[in-house]
């Protein structure tokens, strides 16, 4: 796990999350990530796929995706009505990770549509062709979602969160992030290490004033821009601030953070 393979996706595991993903991938368990946004879910996902040589399909959930998003519909081409696969069932017939990246952001038929997946059975039922599909042993259901920003129009119901063995991520270690920045960003760790820092005070007004601390992507876009001649204080507002918040006064006591961080 020290040596960086090109080919893979950089992550650097903070526990045993990447011996879960292989036993649960190993045994045909589907997969449920929690954590805020920014903390390395979607990485760590292309990490383990990459690393295990599997096909990742990856949807990006919002608002408007339904079930026959998912798993397909007939369309018009060339004069005639053909079935087009959606990404679940292309990975379902192919093999693969499917990842649903914020499952409660999609409407509620699409958990409807995963359950038959997500129990012994693993199957997917398309009523429109009138198929039943069986998933094949590397084929793997993952869902991930934010539970800071859940309520009661946007939860997983308990029936649906205890079909899945579950993985809680939280931003790393300061050592461990600093470290992820300065690979990310190829800012040196000594310049990096105050970054975090400030990130972790900032992070100290999530609930007060901020819907969400500052993520450890933001870090690595910061320290992108510092890198590449940017002042530190430019980088931090663009990266840090703005993104953060749209409050002035907000903005203002971030503003002081930052000064208090780097003068």
């Given at each position: 796990?020290?040596?960086?393979?090109?080919?893979?996706?950089?992550?650097?595991?903070?526990?045993?999350?990447?011996?879960?993903f292989e036993h649960a991938h190993k045994n045909n368990l589907p997969l449920m990530l929690k954590g805020p946004t920014g903390c390395g879910k979607t990485r760590f996902v292309a990490h383990m796929a990459a690393r295990l040589g599997l096909d990742l399909h990856t949807v990006s959930c919002h608002d408007d995706l339904t079930?026959?998003?998912?798993?397909?519909?007939?369309?018009?081409?060339?004069?005639?009505?053909?079935?087009?696969?959606?990404?679940?069932?292309h990975a379902v017939r192919t093999g693969g990770v499917c990842y649903?990246?914020?499952?409660?952001?999609?409407?509620?038929?699409?958990?409807?549509?995963?359950?038959?997946?997500?129990?012994?059975?693993?199957?997917?039922?398309?009523?429109?062709?009138?198929e039943t599909l069986e998933a094949p042993d590397d084929f793997m259901l993952i869902v991930s979602y934010n539970?800071?920003?859940?309520?009661?129009?946007?939860?997983?119901?308990?029936?649906?969160?205890?079909?899945?063995?579950?993985?809680s991520f939280n931003y790393p270690a300061p050592d461990i992030e600093v470290r992820i920045v300065a690979q990310e960003s190829g800012l040196d760790a000594e310049h990096c290490a105050p970054l975090v820092n400030m990130a972790t005070r900032i992070r100290a007004m999530?609930?007060?004033?901020?819907?969400?601390?500052?993520?450890?992507?933001?870090?690595?876009?910061?320290?992108?821009?510092?890198?590449?001649?940017?002042?530190?204080?430019?980088?931090?507002?663009a990266a840090l601030i703005e993104p953060l918040s749209d409050d002035d006064d907000v903005k203002a006591g971030l503003e002081e953070v930052v000064l208090a961080t780097f003068g």
């Open positions: 796990m020290n040596a960086i393979n090109a080919d893979i996706p950089f992550y650097l595991p903070v526990g045993g999350e990447c011996e879960l079930a026959a998003d998912l798993t397909g519909r007939y369309l018009l081409k060339g004069g005639e009505t053909l079935w087009v696969d959606g990404p679940l069932t649903l990246d914020e499952v409660v952001e999609a409407r509620k038929d699409v958990t409807v549509v995963l359950h038959p997946l997500t129990d012994d059975r693993r199957i997917l039922p398309l009523e429109r062709t009138g539970p800071g920003y859940q309520n009661i129009l946007k939860s997983l119901k308990p029936s649906t969160r205890q079909r899945f063995v579950g993985l999530k609930d007060q004033d901020l819907e969400e601390g500052a993520s450890t992507r933001l870090l690595v876009y910061c320290a992108t821009l510092i890198r590449s001649g940017m002042s530190t204080l430019d980088a931090a507002r």
